[in-house]
């Protein structure tokens, strides 16, 4: 089997989740007159590609370092709902399972298009992807404990709706761009649909049933729409770690692999070597037609 990159490029210009500590970079030693050439890091847990723990929103929780591998490693499926669910929207368990087959005690990667505004995306948006992308309602959250999900992964910001979180406090401007757009939508205004017993429904409510998510997926994800394939979560075995930076991969057979690559040979690509998903509409429309 090989391996497809899921996750973001790291470095410094990588964002970091609103208000948390980006990461940082500096040598302490270089090769002349040190003999090699060394660096501190400084970074909080939730920038880049990075799985949230139990314990981040659920105090008696596991740490990052009790995660069993089989619990990281498993069958899973990746759907994509950017034909469905845009800017401000709600995407729903009946979105996901239109495209794809869930299974009992799957993984579930979520694509919401979103990662076209990602730092590393030549229609980088920061603002975009981390203060309008969809999320879910109670709905999909009560659905995904029914499913005994293992663990859920998003190509955006947060795993619950950006208005669902403190960000409807630290963007004005955009919270009443949502309300009136989920007033045109749905019929309600943006504190109806996320009334404040909902908040950060997606941790508040999922982690103490262990059902926890990784934000910022991206890398070749475009080469993955729609489809089962089997998905690993890496992160550090970090003990007392309430989350962890992580690289996420799926695994395919080698001729399958094979087929992907000459599929993105024919893609334009980021800078740093991934499906450019903003101009690569044509994936995205192949995948959405299955």
């Known amino acids: 089997m090989k391996a497809i990159d899921l996750s973001i490029p790291l470095g410094i210009g990588t964002p970091a989740w609103p208000t948390y500590e980006p990461l940082q970079v500096k040598y302490f030693k270089r090769l002349a007159p040190n003999g090699a050439n060394g660096q501190l890091v400084t970074h909080s847990n939730h920038v880049g590609t990075h799985l949230d723990g139990e314990i981040h929103f659920h105090t008696p929780g596991k740490?990052?370092?009790e995660l069993d591998l089989n619990f990281l490693m498993a069958d899973g499926v990746i759907v994509d709902l950017?034909?469905?669910a845009g800017d401000y929207d709600v995407y729903t368990s009946e979105m996901v399972e239109s495209k794809v087959d869930v299974?009992?005690?799957d993984i579930l990667i979520i694509s919401t298009g979103f990662h076209q505004y990602g730092w590393d995306q030549p229609t980088a948006d920061e603002v975009r992807y981390m203060v309008k992308h969809p999320g879910p309602d109670r709905e999909f959250a009560e659905w995904a404990k029914k499913k005994k999900l293992k663990w859920i992964g998003v190509d955006c910001g947060s795993a619950d709706h950006p208005m669902n979180t403190k960000i409807r406090d630290w963007m004005p401007r955009q919270a009443a761009e949502c309300d009136a757009h989920m007033k045109k939508k749905y019929g309600k205004g943006l504190t109806e649909v996320f009334a404040d017993e909902k908040y950060q429904l997606m941790h508040i409510e999922m982690f103490p049933y262990g059902i926890i998510h990784a934000e910022c997926v991206g890398g070749d994800i475009d080469l993955l729409l729609?489809?089962?394939?089997k998905i690993g979560c890496f992160p550090w075995r970090f003990?007392?770690?309430?989350?962890?930076?992580a690289r996420i991969v799926a695994?395919?057979?080698?001729?399958?692999?094979d087929e992907l690559m000459a599929k993105k040979a024919k893609c334009k690509l980021t800078k740093f070597g991934d499906v450019a998903r903003g101009?690569?509409?044509?994936?995205?429309?192949?995948?959405?037609?299955?």
């Open 226 to 229: 729609n489809r089962r394939v």
């Open 103 to 105: 299974k009992e005690g």
């Open 279 to 290: 101009e690569n509409q044509w994936l995205v429309d192949e995948a959405n037609k299955k």
């Open 82 to 84: 950017s034909d469905v």
């Open 239 to 245: 003990v007392d770690g309430e989350s962890s930076i």
């Open 251 to 257: 695994f395919v057979e080698d001729d399958e692999f």
């Open 63 to 65: 740490d990052i370092a």
